[in-house]
């Protein structure tokens, strides 16, 4: 039966991506939404909306109750859960349907089958889908780990079974770090999933990250939508993901291939599934260089870049299967049109460990035109919303195709040049340097190699702040708005030459400028200057907005500088401090751990010194500015 009345387990973009294909057709959509998501995008993007609770997703987006009743209060007839959230919790899917609603993605016996990495992998080894060793026991002791990864070999990763979205995740590279490394990934698993179970496996010391797009459906069709390569990672997170894979030779896609639908039948699966495999990347694609690393059941993140080489709408293909439809195409109908890559638009701070920030975004969008075929925008946020600190920090997906990959990355490159965000962090210009670089452009890239580059692609480059500042000099010298003789900025001083500077501040450097005397380099992309407040500016070049102050001349300069405390960036939850009062610390040790945004942050000391007092537990719920740590000198 065809659905009338979708409602949607989910927020920001992906909720606002699902109500247009809605929109187009002809299905009435409702949002859910938390106490800091009432003014969202999404929820004035649905016919209606339905409040489900306070701002910690437990209360809200992962409160099964609330969202059943929530469909029950606005009389939709089916649920789509998006991704992340309850997207694969197969207990929501059968309250799903036990409910009398339409489940938009498998079923909850498909759920549970690929769900644990381990009963996935032994599943995939029965299909005869190649996998990596490792251990996937049920003894989770610290002494069955430890003989484990001995037989195993260092170095490996430890995984939560439960995990997903690179959460749980940690690397060991010897036998010493093995307690301290399962601690910390136990405890993440069991923030984010409920479940601390772990596994291991063995390392691939330069993986590739390439997965097979798949879809099922009632009446036992599976096709595959080819791969994608999500290789560019930081901290086991995709961060721009193309289709098809760079240098994939046909042989090594049709094995690849094979074995995703051989996994996705072996389940009985019905809707969008992702399977995910591990490449070696020391070596060419091969037929033996890649093992099955886990299936995600469900839409992607990154599914508009097989939209854009398919020209399929793969939310409305879930639509279609879920009401009980056969797939739409067969195998041989699906076209492989060009290369497509997407970058997803962060609210975090590269340069500060990838710090996420919250608050009200005074500028967002791309400054030239978006036309869907070459350039597309998927956002969650507009100018004026504000940022919440509950959840991920991904705020929209950049999407570009063209007909070559080389065509592809120049459109990128230039695009997230004139990509403006600020009044919150962006990783624009730090997705900028990733595609202008040698082994992107390449194609030999891994999923290590942005851990391998240090501050080169994380810092903005000098070049830009530099012309940032000069952009405010010029809008600080501007006469144009200038209504009486005295606004004119010329200079003049009694019995003196004139002087045209201003005094800016960047971080914690200050100085006068005048711009007459500087050049810009002509490689350097034109700054847009976004005014915060009369002595504040955004200003964004090359996709990295710089915060430029002006100070107050009878004010200190040095003023803007500082370093006797450590204080909370960001709302969160302290996890742990390593200093107490009395101890001596040098700059960049590490003073305490913080979770925000379903990730840990730890928080370095800002300069040598002294503790001179603690002002907050583990445990503690902090503020944003909130002082954790007073120093003091030697």
């Not at 996935?120 to 490792?134: C, N, S």
């Not at 484990?148 to 430890?158: M, S």
């Not at 004026?384 to 991920?392: H, I, K, L, Q, T």
């Not at 003789?485 to 800016?504: L, T």
Request: hydrophobic share 45%; charged share 25%; with cysteine.
């Amino acid at each position: 039966m065809k659905i009338q009345k979708l409602l949607v387990a989910n927020r920001g973009e992906i909720a606002c991506r699902i109500f247009e294909t809605c929109r187009g057709l002809g299905i009435a959509t409702v949002a859910v939404y938390s106490d800091a998501d009432a003014r969202a995008k999404h929820v004035r993007e649905a016919d209606e909306a339905v409040h489900i609770g306070a701002s910690p997703a437990p209360d809200s987006y992962l409160n099964i109750a609330a969202i059943l009743a929530a469909a029950k209060e606005s009389g939709a007839d089916a649920i789509h859960p998006g991704y992340g959230f309850l997207s694969e919790n197969a207990d929501f899917a059968e309250a799903v349907e036990i409910a009398g609603l339409i489940w938009v993605g498998p079923s909850a016996a498909a759920i549970r089958s690929m769900g644990p990495k381990d009963e996935a992998k032994r599943i995939a080894e029965e299909a005869g889908v190649p996998v990596l060793p490792g251990y996937r026991g049920e003894g989770q002791e610290l002494e069955t780990l430890a003989k484990a990864a001995t037989e195993i070999g260092f170095p490996l990763l430890i995984k939560a079974v439960a995990g997903g979205g690179g959460r749980g995740i940690r690397l060991v590279n010897k036998a010493g770090e093995l307690k301290g490394e399962l601690e910390s990934a136990v405890r993440e698993a069991e923030s984010a999933f409920g479940d601390g179970r772990v596994m291991l496996e063995k390392l691939v010391q330069q993986p590739r990250h390439i997965e097979v797009q798949v879809f099922g459906d009632a009446h036992g069709n599976v096709v595959h939508l080819y791969e994608r390569d999500c290789s560019l990672q930081r901290r086991r997170q995709k961060v721009i993901e193309e289709a098809p894979a760079p240098g994939m030779p046909e042989d090594v896609r049709s094995a690849m291939t094979d074995a995703a639908v051989k996994l996705a039948q072996a389940v009985g699966y019905q809707g969008a599934g992702t399977v995910e495999f591990i490449v070696d990347g020391s070596k060419p694609l091969a037929i033996d260089t890649f093992w099955f690393l886990e299936m995600n059941t469900r839409l992607q993140v990154e599914h508009p870049a097989t939209e854009m080489i398919t020209g399929q709408d793969l939310v409305a293909w879930q639509l279609l299967v879920a009401a009980g439809d056969a797939l739409p195409l067969k195998q041989d109908e699906i076209p492989l049109i060009g290369h497509a890559i997407e970058a997803r638009i962060c609210a975090e701070d590269p340069a500060d460990g990838f710090r996420p920030g919250a608050g009200l975004i005074l500028e967002f969008g791309l400054l030239q035109p978006v036309d869907g075929d070459t350039i597309r925008w998927d956002a969650g946020f507009e100018t004026g919303d504000r940022v919440p600190s509950n959840y991920d920090s991904m705020i929209a997906k950049l999407i570009v195709s063209a007909p070559e990959r080389d065509a592809a990355v120049d459109l990128l490159v230039d695009t997230l040049a004139h990509t403006q965000l600020s009044g919150v962090p962006a990783n624009t210009g730090f997705l900028r340097r990733c595609a202008q670089s040698d082994a992107f452009r390449d194609g030999t890239h891994h999923v290590n190699w942005i851990a391998d580059q240090g501050d080169a692609l994380t810092h903005t480059p000098s070049e830009h702040q530099h012309a940032s500042v000069l952009a405010v000099c010029d809008v600080r010298l501007d006469d144009d708005d200038a209504r009486m003789p005295w606004d004119i900025r010329d200079g003049f001083r009694s019995n003196a030459m004139p002087v045209r500077k201003v005094a800016v501040a960047v971080g914690s450097d200050a100085d006068w400028f005048d711009p007459a005397d500087h050049d810009v380099d002509a490689d350097t992309p034109l700054p847009f200057v976004t005014d915060l407040s009369p002595r504040r500016f955004a200003v964004t070049t090359g996709g990295d907005t710089v915060l430029v102050e002006v100070p107050d001349y009878d004010a200190d300069v040095e003023a803007v500088l500082g370093g006797d405390s450590v204080s909370a960036p960001m709302p969160g939850k302290l996890l742990s401090l390593h200093v107490k009062a009395g101890d001596t610390v040098a700059k960049g040790d590490p003073v305490a751990v913080m979770e925000a945004m379903k990730m840990e942050h730890t928080l370095p000391a800002p300069r040598d010194g002294v503790v001179a007092s603690v002002e907050a537990a583990p445990g503690d719920q902090v503020s944003e500015g909130d002082i954790l740590v007073h120093l003091e000198a030697e």
